[in-house]
Nanobody, 130 residues
Framework: QVKLVESGGDSVPPGGSLTLSCVAT??????????VGWFRQTPGSELEGVAA????????DVPLSLMDRFTVVEDVARNTILLQMNRLQPEDSGVYYC?????????????????????WGQGTQVTVSS
């Protein structure tokens, strides 16, 4: 089983930046940590996949609507997946989760589908407000 812990959520003004961290541990020797997805739950909306990464390869997937503001990277030394968010807007407010244990079929956008992950962290709150 993979344990995921998110951190870095905060309250920032519009136009600000935040970097969220996700540490995934456990399931050593399995492929359960190969793919990590970032999702967010914003008020009144469905859980949305905002980024994903294939660890060790640097392959990332960010939806076109967020590509100019969100970046996902792996900090190998710290065993951490980072979600870097720039030019934040109030509509980016919500709880951000990371997920692992990919069980879906790989394909375009598959790593940003919530049903394709087994393990989830507790989430970290991001608030964008003036």
């Amino acid at each position: 089983q993979v344990k995921l812990v998110e951190s870095g959520g905060d309250s920032v003004p519009p136009g600000g930046s935040l970097t969220l961290s996700c540490v995934a541990t456990g399931a050593t020797g399995t492929r359960d940590r190969d793919y990590v997805g970032w999702f967010r739950q914003t008020p009144g909306s469905e859980l949305e996949g905002v980024a994903a990464i294939r660890r060790g390869f640097g392959s990332t997937d960010v939806p076109l609507s967020l590509m100019d503001r969100f970046t996902v990277v792996e900090d190998v030394a710290r065993n951490t997946i980072l979600l870097q968010m720039n030019r934040l807007q109030p509509e980016d407010s919500g709880v951000y989760y990371c997920a692992a244990g990919f069980i879906g079929t790989l394909g375009p956008g598959a790593c940003r589908v919530r049903e394709n992950y087994l393990y989830w962290g507790q989430g970290t709150q991001v608030t964008v407000s003036s």
